[in-house]
């Protein structure tokens, strides 16, 4: 009987050890995606990390190739967090979401393993970008509206309908219809006299046979929480105040050759509000700093109704390296932030070809770096080297016991 105690006890302290929690829980705002669309993550942590997780830790992979990602970080608390970013050119299939770089303590021994969570890319539907997809709210001492930008990626008009169910929201416009390429800025009105004790909202957004929610966390912790700066982190706190880029312009997109000569230009901010806002703060996020140059860091102060020009240089030198290079420029003023997508791709131009094509969800590829002899650490079907080490040697003691069972038997 003594034996059968015995043996009872190794096979559930081998099942508990073998059946370990993750140290992330990742949760995608769809199963399925379209090639272009914003891409959400919710992740829980489960875990006691070494480092704290940073924009660079997330990565996108398809057949073995990583994609070119410029991700925002909204972090509500040291446990939840949330990563939006628009997806690059894709194809058809399956596509792994990184988390990579995790330290922590797995069964007393400390392990840096990765985390992934699959999704699919189908082809059809209709496309939209929203910037931001997530927002948290720290304001509750007055109203306070939040710009929202969304754009129709198709080369169709759609029909957008918004719906929300909450009374501490109000939108200014609940359906309208966008152009092929459009984007507009929708505003949403958050009343904190009417908030009671909710502590998420969601806004939907309907758009052809899809559905996209805009994701709201409200925080009531009694002190103000500061942002921990872009350069850092990138997390976007967006209060939605008073200062933003001008309506008119769009995501930026643009294909220039190596060697082709800076193409330059001005973008315009404007205070929308009627009061005064001071210093405003630009930066470039991803890697546009290594191609795209700006003459304006900081704006002391804008008056209310001011416009101001910011001039940008593409290439400057004119020696940019072939490649992809995405991301935001990015304007705060105190809790307040707005930001203005850039992708710019550096490519040899063909010779068969007068001009380049415009950047569409049919181009191919442009800068996905092959990795030959590199098998990418989430494929699902492969389990880690120390789990199995940690298999065998259990079951090499089981059988050892077994044996020495049956032979006393004998």
Not at 82 to 98: A, Q
Not at 270 to 283: H, M, Y
């Amino acid at each position: 009987m003594r034996m059968k105690y015995i043996l009872f006890l190794i096979l559930l302290i081998f099942f508990i050890g073998f059946v370990s929690a993750e140290p992330l829980n990742i949760s995608l705002e769809k199963n399925n995606y379209l090639s272009g669309e914003t891409f959400r993550a919710e992740i829980g942590v489960n875990a006691n990390l070494e480092d704290e997780i940073k924009t660079g830790d997330f990565e996108l992979w398809q057949d073995n190739i990583k994609k070119t990602i410029s991700p925002f970080l909204v972090r509500i608390d040291e446990t939840l967090l949330f990563v939006y970013f628009d997806l690059p050119i894709l194809n058809e299939g399956n596509v792994s979401f990184l988390v990579k770089d995790l330290v922590y303590l797995k069964n007393g021994i400390l392990v840096k393993e990765d985390q992934s969570q699959s999704f699919d890319i189908i082809g059809n539907g209709s496309i939209i970008t929203l910037n931001p997809a997530v927002i948290k709210i720290i304001n509750f001492d007055e109203d306070t509206n939040y710009n929202i930008r969304i754009k129709n990626k198709e080369g169709h008009s759609i029909e957008i309908s918004l719906i929300e169910n909450y009374p501490f929201i109000y939108l200014e416009d609940y359906n309208f219809v966008l152009n092929p390429g459009e984007e507009k800025i929708f505003v949403l009105h958050i009343d904190p006299t009417l908030i009671k004790d909710e502590h998420e909202a969601l806004v939907e957004i309907y758009y052809g046979e899809r559905k996209y929610d805009l994701f709201f966390y409200l925080d009531y912790k009694d002190e103000v929480l500061v942002s921990e700066g872009i350069e850092d982190s990138e997390d976007i706190i967006l209060p939605g105040k008073n200062v933003s880029f001008d309506i008119s312009i769009g995501e930026y997109n643009e294909v220039i050759e190596p060697e082709e000569i800076s193409k330059k230009g001005t973008i315009k901010i404007k205070n929308f509000g009627d009061e005064n806002v001071s210093n405003i703060i630009f930066s470039l996020t991803g890697n546009l700093d290594e191609i795209v140059e700006i003459n304006i860091t900081k704006i002391d102060l804008i008056e209310p109704g001011e416009i101001v020009k910011q001039y940008i240089w593409i290439n400057k030198e004119g020696d940019a390296t072939e490649g992809e290079y995405s991301g935001n420029l990015v304007l705060t003023y105190g809790k307040g932030s707005d930001s203005w997508p850039m992708t710019i791709i550096v490519e040899a131009k063909d010779e068969n070809s007068d001009k380049h094509e415009e950047i569409s969800n049919e181009s191919e590829d442009l800068n996905d770096t092959e990795y030959e002899d590199y098998e990418p650490p989430f494929d699902e079907n492969k389990k880690g080297i120390g789990k199995w080490i940690w298999f065998l040697i259990i079951a090499g003691i089981l059988a050892v016991l077994v044996f020495f069972y049956i032979k006393k038997k004998l």
